[in-house]
């Protein structure tokens, strides 16, 4: 698949719930899969890099596959609710620049790692 633009992506998902999909379920149905969507990434983060350890059924999950099952969905409510997501992020960019742009970087828990001297010499 070559490059695709957000509105590209927007389109392409309408399409598919118009020629597969049947319709869209509610909006309120959509949250709750969205909701869904997003615990398995959680799960699937958390033994990859956290502490959990993996189970039997979590075995063979891709997390690319999850993120873009929340990306369907996330899509899917843009869609319903003439959300135009291109606009809505370049948005968002300016305001967190506008709103962080000193902040994260004055701010000490964020520096590198290598800024920090090992005591335990």
Same mark, same amino acid.
């Given at each position: 698949m070559t490059d695709l633009t957000i509105r590209e992506a927007q389109d392409q998902v309408d399409e598919w719930i118009r020629t597969v999909g049947v319709r869209y379920y509610s909006e309120l149905t959509n949250l709750a899969v969205l909701v869904e969507e997003v615990g398995e990434v959680a799960r699937l983060m958390?033994?990859?890099?956290?502490?959990?350890?993996?189970? !039997?059924?979590d075995e063979g999950r891709d997390l690319a596959e999850e993120f873009a099952d929340v990306l369907f969905v996330l899509i899917c409510l843009a869609n319903q609710t003439g959300v135009d997501l291109t606009a809505a992020f370049a948005a968002t960019m300016d305001k967190k620049t506008a709103r962080d742009r000193e902040r994260h970087a004055n701010n !000490?828990?964020?520096?590198?790692?290598t800024d920090f001297t090992d005591d335990t010499d």
């Open positions: 958390s033994r990859m890099y956290g502490d959990q350890s993996f189970k !039997p059924s !000490p828990k964020l520096k590198a790692s």
